[in-house]
Every structure is written in C-alpha cells, then in structure tokens.
C-alpha cells in the first residue's frame, strides 16, 4: 500500500511541449511539496501546499504551476518544456508541515528533448 | 547560497568498516536535523534524526554527532554492509513559516566493498 504516489514514474517529452505530474498521499498528512532532484542529485524545494493552500514558492519559474484539489493530491503542471527541466521530481508529505513523519514518493524522471 | 555543507562526495568503506558523512550549517535557526538515504530509482527516506538539544543519537548501527557551536553534525554508520551502499543526505529544517522546507546538503554516495 503505497504512501506517496506519483505518476508518471518516467517522462520524456520534448521542448515546448506541456506535461503534468500527479501525486497522491494516503498518509492522511497536511501537508504535501514537491522537490526538484538535478543531474548532480541536489535535492531542493520548489513548493509546498498546506491543506490546499500555497504556502512555499521557493522562486521556481512561472511555468511551473503546482495544484492541490484536496489535501490529499498536489498535481505539477509544466508549461513549454525546457532542456533544464530534465531532471527527479520528488513529491513528499508530512503532517502539519511537522518535520516528522517526511515521506518521499518515488520520484518522476523528467527528460526533455 | 549552500546552507548545508556536506562531505566527502563519495566514500568507499570496506565491509565491516566505519562510514562517516560531515556537514556543516550556517542557519542558526534550523532545528532539526534529519539524515536520509536513497538508493537508485527511489525517493529518500528518513534513516535518523536528532534536534540541537542532543549531541549524539544512535539508532542500530546508525549515529548522529552534533556539535552546536560548531554548527556541524555528522553520521557514522558502524560495521557498514553492502547493502548500506547507497546515497546519504543531511538535511536541516526550522520551525515557524519555513512549514516543514528542507534544505539538503549535496549528498554523499556511499559504496561498501564485501
């Protein structure tokens, strides 16, 4: 039974087209992010969403739109791909944007082409 | 701006060995210091932790150091196995409006020779 859900696992697409990724937490948690994981494997934030409400915005372009329809999904939609969006998008989920209890999902391969 | 240093990059340990993975911080306000580990196609997940009030936990073979004036902690695996082989993070986070953000340092790949 899978906590942290994320589809697709992988993604190749090419430049300008629009593309979305959907994660789903069965944790019952508040709150859910996603991450963004580079060629060189750093892992930083892009966004985190609180009982449906934005709550970090960790100055990702604007083609980036996350949404949230329940506390339970947090869906990232990509307008017009660009090669540098090639990369792991990690959703992850916690409760109450409490540091225990962090769940990753398994991540989405992004490659643009 | 690298909040969160790590060292080495890689690491390479004998079976049986002693792994150590260093960071550093800069944050004062970070309060909470987890370590994670991920293994290929996988997404990290949380091997330990430990708050500033504490200067070391261990869970199994898995200890965490912290030395808060220094602001450096770090992660000792003891009699390190194969299957230990994979990528370590540290991470810190702070309370308040930072809602549970982490901030990771550049993650350290471990592999345990048998």
């Known amino acids: 039974d899978t906590a942290v859900s994320q589809t697709p696992k992988y993604l190749v697409t090419q430049m300008g087209n629009d593309k979305s990724i959907k994660c789903e937490q069965n944790?019952?948690?508040?709150?859910m992010y996603w991450y963004k994981q580079d060629s060189k494997k750093f892992l930083k934030i892009m966004f985190s969403y609180n009982n449906k409400e934005l709550i970090i915005n960790e100055t990702v372009p604007n083609r980036f739109s996350p949404k949230s329809p329940d506390k339970a999904h947090l869906n990232l939609h990509i307008n017009s791909l660009e090669l540098g969006d090639s990369a792991v998008y990690f959703c992850?989920?916690?409760?109450?944007?409490?540091?225990?209890?962090?769940?990753f999902g398994s991540g989405t391969r992004l490659t643009v082409v | 701006q690298q909040q969160v240093k790590q060292s080495p990059q890689s690491l390479i340990v004998q079976k049986g060995g002693i792994s150590i993975i260093n960071c550093a911080y800069e944050?004062?306000?970070?309060?909470?210091f987890p370590w994670y580990q991920q293994f290929p196609g996988k997404g990290p997940a949380l091997l330990i932790a430990?708050?500033?009030?504490?200067s070391e936990k261990k869970e199994g073979r898995f200890t965490i150091s912290f030395n808060k004036s220094a602001k450096q902690f770090s992660l000792h695996i003891m009699d390190s196995q194969p299957g230990d082989s994979a990528t370590y993070f540290c991470?810190?986070?702070?309370?308040?409006?930072?809602?549970?953000?982490?901030?990771f340092g550049q993650g350290t790949i471990l592999t345990v020779h048998p």
């Open positions: 944790l019952g948690h508040d709150t």
């Open positions: 991470a810190a986070t702070a309370g308040g409006t930072s809602y549970g953000k982490l901030t």
């Open positions: 944050n004062t306000a970070f309060d909470y």
């Open positions: 992850a989920s916690s409760p109450g944007g409490g540091r225990v209890g962090y769940t």
């Open positions: 430990i708050r500033p009030d504490v």
